[in-house]
């Protein structure tokens, strides 16, 4: 065995890897390319999970918030007060929006 075979085939793993790299970023810039790549991103917060619980919670909390809709008023809800002004020129200038207390229930409710 000469020396001139280790370096052959370390020389075709390496001309194999350039190779396979060169192919996968090819394959990256096709429609479509880049679908799917983000599981790998997925398992490791399960790594994240295991070695930080605490974080792994509050980072699914914060993506569950920001997913989290708009709360709608419910009927027994009241319209706030509004208070909108002008300048001279008739423009308007402002809006402020009030909270109007509740109407107080009448007693033969």
Known sequence: MSWLEPVLVIGGIL????????????????????EGLGTGGNGLGLVENIFSPGRGDAREDLESQKKAGAVLPSADDHPPGKLATFDEDGHLRSVTLRATPAPEP????
């Open 15 to 34: 001309g194999a890897g350039v190779l396979a790299i060169w192919l996968f970023q090819r394959s990256l810039d096709q429609p479509g390319g880049r």
């Open 106 to 109: 009448r007693a033969d409710d």
